[in-house]
């Protein structure tokens, strides 16, 4: 009976010891998903940050690449024109501060475009992490939980070991 004991009591402690361990694993599993969903999203943040500022910066140099296209244009008409005046002359000049400030008006909406695009980029990265996080979340065993995992191992290794010892020890008495 002796020989039972001690191979119920071996097989407890060895399904407990592995039950422990497998949860440990699970949470430094969990742990790690966590923090590499964190270090996604700060990477994809940092890259979007990057995206609009370069969005507008761009937008910046095309409105000044235009306004200096604009004013060499109107220096041109006026020396073309030999310094006359008139009402030709004044519409030639409206017409070409018209086309100036409608292309700055579609470079501003295309910048407003790429923003708002980076921006609905950046929402999307913001779901994808929480997806992420939550799913690991998921995988992590709390004390209570491990516990009573634990106990319930303990408890089939416990009568795998009484089988096991009445199978090879219980013909002896």
Request: a positive charge.
């Amino acid at each position: 009976m002796c020989y039972v004991a001690a191979a119920v009591a071996a097989m407890a402690a060895a399904s407990a010891y592995g039950t422990i361990q497998s949860n440990k694993a699970a949470n430094r599993q969990a742990t790690a998903e966590i923090e590499n969903a964190n270090n996604a999203q700060i990477a994809d943040h940092n890259a979007l940050v990057e995206q609009a500022q370069q969005i507008a910066d761009k937008g910046a140099d095309e409105k000044l690449a235009r306004q200096r296209e604009a004013l060499r244009e109107r220096a041109r008409m006026r020396v073309e024109s030999g310094g006359l005046a008139g009402n030709s002359m004044d519409t030639l000049l409206n017409k070409s501060v018209l086309n100036e400030e409608y292309d700055k008006g579609t470079i501003d909406k295309n910048v407003v475009a790429g923003l708002s695009q980076n921006l609905r980029e950046y929402e999307r990265t913001n779901t994808l992490a929480a997806n992420r996080k939550r799913s690991a979340k998921a995988m992590w065993v709390s004390k209570g939980q491990g516990t009573q995992n634990m106990l319930i191992s303990a408890f089939n290794g416990g009568m795998q070991g009484y089988a096991m010892g009445k199978s090879m020890f219980g013909a002896q008495k």
